[in-house]
């Protein structure tokens, strides 16, 4: 690397840039990771406590696999969120993802080749969403709310509002099993570690938190803002199909309300994971743990047989005050 | 002077803020009447105790004593109703609403129905601005139409509007021009003649010798020193901010161009819009050519179009006699320029990543294996760049909106350094930056010329413009209105050029 001259005004000052290794474990500790897992820890220790059912093995399954499909939209969710933008179409684009991989089944193609052409459509299918608030400068939250729309009403169009049952081993991707573990499990996991590692350690992951912390500076810096912003909405709409396959999978059948509704726990999923809605800030792994949090309670009221009804409340409650902790936290940084 | 003529006594004031002692058992008085200017390098804490004079702050520890009573500021607006009001920086107005609905903000005046009383407020906002000698204003124009001298005037009108017995004014004339700064000087001394005082804090000494009484001076949080302004002398304010003597005047050789040399850049009729008119000039390898004009005369707008931002309506961009299309930034890295944005915290950084990140933003590609980034690489290239332009932080991880001005300023310039520009656009380099760092900032600008970077600095400080400058170009409403050497330029035909003075003068 050639530093253009500037040895010699370099009068070496010193500077203490290295910090020390032993500080790693307070950093750790400082670390909106680390709430997070914190308070997951303290939920599970709580219910564990309160039901012995909690910690079984057979249990442990039962959460991890109700959160995978949450999992998995979250970490695309959460790329958008931190590019500042939303999207409220998940839930709608995975019900129409489900149909159409239900259809291209029926229509007998290779497992394999299902999976290629529902990934590539739901990116497709999501690339609208990123044209138009890229080259039209619609609002994402206007634009995903049409699209929420239009992708429901297209799968009940396709279906006229029935299930498809599917008939092929792509469902292997819902209901299969890799020894004892539930393959979306597997799936879920490899999503959030593929999204850790895409937005930790790649140029386009890089380009997604300078988007989202100062977009005229990213823009001056030469990172094609659009192109960041539209490849993070088809990134979801990959993830959308996957996870389309997913719960049809599971019911081996493809219901055109798949879905409904999960756009507010993805976002839920996100926000309590620590991502600021701001933009420019959040991890994946913190998404993650956000997710199996949400999965947690909700396991925590089915063994402790609090009404259902209750659930929805305390979803509503954890979310609103995971935003609360991060606002007083930002206060206090002025 | 008599001790009733105290208007406020600061006692014993500290902050903390978490891992900072911003200000630590600061107290001295402010007589009535008075210009009293704050100095300090940045990070001095001259905003944090602004902010709490002005309620937005609350103190840990000492107490205020406002006309003669201690007064605890729950929130601005408590501090606007006792008789204080702060005119920011960072103006805070509403900008799609009217002059006089800012003025009255909070207050509007209401008509016997309990209706918006807008013709009364018109007229009063109107003599309200014409105590000022304002008459380019309308009451009812919209914020957002005026220009940031004007937006400016209606922060003091607003001030004068609430009866405040004292004024804090922040950088009061960074975006001003000589014109509207003396215009602003006349209003504060008829202030001064009404017992109102004010609060000048600014970075330009020339000011303060202009229209302060006396002057304080902190130094990293802490209460150096009050003079009275007229028995001091820059060198010595300078060095009770610094805490060292300050005697680096900085000197740079001319470059001389050899006549069969080819211009790096060449810029043909280059037009965009209004603010770009008809533009052409040319820059040399090793040459600082200063672009410089008063704020709004279309600067920033023409740097901006070369850089890529701006579509441009017409005109021709030569790099090396090739001419070149740039449509975007992206493209106009990959030519070899590079651009340091006026207004750091809105165009330059991503404050809430690492200096690190910051750092090397611009250069990424250049830093990536196939599409990953490389651990090393990246951390070598921030931390070479953090001790060769002496950055201070506490490590390349740090985010950087926790940096001061200057260091945060020097972190932009470590990202395009990092790049090899051919050519360095600077927009306001030393805006609101500490005195230290000003020169050194000038040392890597002078070091960079050296290596055969050529330079567009744009600067509305006209001494950094002489000092550093090899060629002067001054612009006026869009266009190009004189070109200069280092030699025949010195601030007055500078400021004939910018403001087309002597044309006018002429006709009057």
Redesign the interface.
Known sequence: MSLPGLTTINKGRDSSEHAPKNRLFFKLLKSKEFSVLSALLVLSVAVSLLSPYFLRVQNIFNVLRQISVIGILAVGQALIIITSGIDLSVGSILGLMGVISALLASAGLHPILIFILAILIGCLVESINGLLVTKVRINPFIVTLGMMSIARGTSLLITGGLPISIENPITFLGGGYVGPVPVPVILMFIVAIMGHVFATKTLPGRNVYAVGNNERAAKLSGIRVDRVKIMVFMIMGGLAALSGMILSGTLNSAEPSAGTGYELDVIAAVVIGGVSLTGGEGSIIGVIIGAAIMGVLRNSFVLLGVSAYWQVVAIGIVTIAAVAIDSIKNRKRD | MLSNDILLKIEGISKSF?GVRALDNVSFDVEKGEVHAIVGENGAGKSTLMNILSGVYIPDAGRLLFDGDEVRFRDPRHAQETGIAMIHQELSLAHHLSVMENVYIGRLKKNKLGFIDHRGMFLRCKIELECLGISDIEPDALIKDLSVSQMQMVEIAKALSLNAKLIIMDEPTSSLTNKETEMLFAIIRSLKNKGVSVLYISHRMEEIFEISDKTTVLRDGTYIKTLYTKDTTPKELVSLMVGREFNRTFQRKNKEIKPDEIPILEVKSLSFGKKVKDVSFKVYPGEIVALTGLVGSGRSELVQTI?G?NNKDKGTILLNCERVEIN???R???LGLG?V?EGRK????????KVR?NIT??N??RL?KM???SNT?EH??A???????????????QQVQYLSGGNQQKTIIA?W?LN?PRILILDEPTHGVDVGAKS?IY??IN??A??G?AIILISSELPEVLTLADRILVMHNGSISGELSREEANQEIIMQYATNQINKEMVK
Do not use: W
């Not at chain 2, 809105?346 to 990543?353: I, K, V, W, Y």
């Not at chain 2, 760049?385 to 950055?391: E, G, K, N, V």
């Open positions: 978490p850089f931002l975007s930034p992206t106009a890295i990959e651009m944005p809105t165009q330059g950084l991503f404050l809430r990543m990140e933003m611009a990424l590609p990536c599409l990953f980034i690489k070598d290239a931390h070479s760049y953090t001790s060769s332009l002496r950055i201070k932080t506490s490590s390349t991880e990202r350094l090899n050194e040392e890597i070091k960079l050296e290596e970077v």
